[in-house]
């Protein structure tokens, strides 16, 4: 196929260019439906990331820096001791590889780690990429193919057929007209903001606000090995010497400027439970806005017009699901569409779903969610 | 006179462009006799600026964001309000003007003030100006009256007669002399870096690290009203919303990065005393070098080397004594030297000091200071 990208902005310096990279389904893991199904989307796309990652370097002669350290979840007190025993018996229940760490033993693997820590738990498979190289490399392997890159191109619409049930093209913001028989829609917190399709072929997608600060350790690599997550947060490191703190989770709109009050809960847990982090450096304070469905789950698939496919909502777990996104599109393009995987990210499941305000993606009203 | 400003950057952009411009010697008066010599300057430089602005701006057609708001000083536990209480009587006893405050009648002036704070003093001839609004003014206003300035043009050495007792010219860095038989040298933490002058006839000056926070109200100003000044920082308002939240006191040498330790005490301590805070966004974390003498007192005037004048080591109080020392800096170029302020701020109180470490101002051994 003849692929042409086209961003509103540079390509890698939206949202996934804030993102951690925790590759982390077994701790991101959470009750419900929906979460069983991103759990499974995870757990798949995790399994595909290492073979993804040797083959995006060899494409692009690049690294991508894909860390196998594991994940170590931590309890600083007695209520969150508890909570982090409920999350243990709810993953062994599903079979996930956890383990379970005295505070001694989490302090023997992450010395960094302060007295004050109750319980761990080990997730020995959940580890981490470096987004911003990944998407410097996708970038690099891309131009190598062939695809068409074309930055500072927002898409202001889709053009459908006359009888609006078929893509035709995309007009951009200014001016141009971009003819095309399929586009894959692929904007994150945007996605709402392109126009042309007709409301019930639409998916109700909302902004959810990230605050993470990136640190860097002047002596060196070395404060900690593993990520660590914590309630209300985690710290990844990267091989060099640098940490990534994250997150906050705030409903604000499109509001993208770091606060006073987010930098200090995250700088405050963060250096609660790894004292060592006062002394490093702040590099970086960035702001994301991840792209959340009313259930949370991704937008992957043919939807309701015909040549359009969706590839959005990914929430806080775009990274982790790249690869397994890019290979449903794939599929999709090819009309290749019995993937079970599939029904579960399908974009009709919050259609006749009355009260989303498309534009914010945000409920309107109180009529709840209904297939 | 014909000027030439050198700059080893953009003209501007050094510790000032960090300070946050406040114009306090009440608050800032400390015990001791260097202390006492910086207050008397501190309080006669106060007395100059309202004129200085208003010249200033009338100079160079821009404003330079004077706010006579005054400061209030406050207290959040016993302990602080019983040293508040010793600060009181101290500035009383040497009559400058303070208001004690109860909590209550602290909140009503700054309602944004927490229910925590226990006593505050009010200093209402504490007032502030925006740093960056006076470079710039200074600037165009030096442009039009002629001076010649050199952005990155930095001073590698000071050139001497044969002797050793006369100023020549500079030579730059790279390459390039500049010919002058009077030079004013104003490199602040910088200082030390400058070469060609006998051991003797050199000032131990050293960096001392400030980080700074830049926040903004996105609803504007009103959150406070007055310079609020408390144990280890101070929030300073600009008109407009926006918000100096500092600084950090750290002698780390030429360390420019802000440190997640550092940034998190200035934001605990801030909103834990304006709660509002946390709702505040930060726009820039800032690092600024001081530079420290031994005796933390500016070096002002002439020192061994004729046609040589001093005019850097001012510590905190580089922009509340930006216009005393410009008119001393002329008075010395004019050759008039008996203004009994020169004595407080001469050059060669620390001669024949030994220990120094010149180049990073610090004291290498443990031999005391003595005149």
Redesign the interface.
């Known amino acids: 196929m003849s692929v042409a990208v086209l961003d509103r902005d540079v390509t890698g310096r939206g949202t996934s260019y804030v993102a951690a990279g925790m590759l982390a389904p077994v701790s991101e893991a959470g009750f419900g439906e929906a979460a069983r199904h991103v759990l499974e989307l995870g757990l798949r796309s995790a399994g595909i990331w290492p073979a993804f990652a040797s083959d995006l370097e060899a494409a692009s002669g690049m690294e991508v820096g894909l860390r196998r350290t594991g994940t170590l979840v931590v309890a600083r007190d007695d209520d969150e001791a508890r909570e982090l025993e409920r999350q243990l018996a709810f993953r062994q229940s599903l079979e996930l590889r956890t383990e379970r760490l005295r505070a001694s033993a989490a302090r023997e693997r992450e010395p960094g780690l302060a007295p004050t820590v109750r319980l761990a738990i080990e997730a020995p498979d959940d580890h981490s990429v470096d987004p911003r190289q990944v998407l410097q490399a996708l970038r690099r392997a891309c131009e190598i193919a062939g695809v068409d890159i074309r930055e500072r191109a927002a898409v202001e619409s889709i053009e459908l057929d006359g009888a609006g049930g078929q893509v035709r093209g995309l007009h951009l913001h200014g001016s141009g007209r971009v003819s095309a028989g399929r586009v894959v829609l692929a904007a994150g917190a945007w996605t709402g903001q392109i126009a042309g399709l007709p409301r019930d072929a639409q998916v109700p997608v909302r902004p959810v606000k990230g605050q993470i ?1 990136r ?2 350790d ?1 002596a060196g690599a070395g404060l900690l090995g593993r990520v660590v997550r914590f309630e209300g947060g985690y710290l990844v490191p990267r091989a060099d010497g640098r940490y990534v ?1 994250g997150a906050t989770v705030e409903e604000k709109g499109f509001e993208l ?5 987010g ?2 809960e995250l ?2 847990d ?2 609660e439970l790894v004292p060592g ?7 970086e ?1 960035c702001v994301g806005l991840r792209p959340g469905t009313p259930d949370n789950a991704p937008v992957i698939g043919p939807g309701a017009v015909e040549g359009l496919t969706w590839a959005t909502g990914h929430h806080r777990n775009g990274i982790l699901l790249a690869p397994l996104t890019a290979g449903l599109v794939v599929e999709t393009l090819l009309g290749k569409t019995e993937d079970p995987l599939l029904c579960a990210c399908d974009p009709g499941r919050f259609m006749g779903v009355s009260g989303w305000d498309l534009q914010s993606g945000e409920l309107q009203s109180s009529i709840g969610a209904q297939r």
Chains 1, 2 share one sequence.
């Open positions: 600060l640190l860097r002047p703190l400027s770091p606060t006073a009050g930098t200090y700088l405050r963060a250096s982090v006062s002394e490093l450096q702040i590099e304070l």
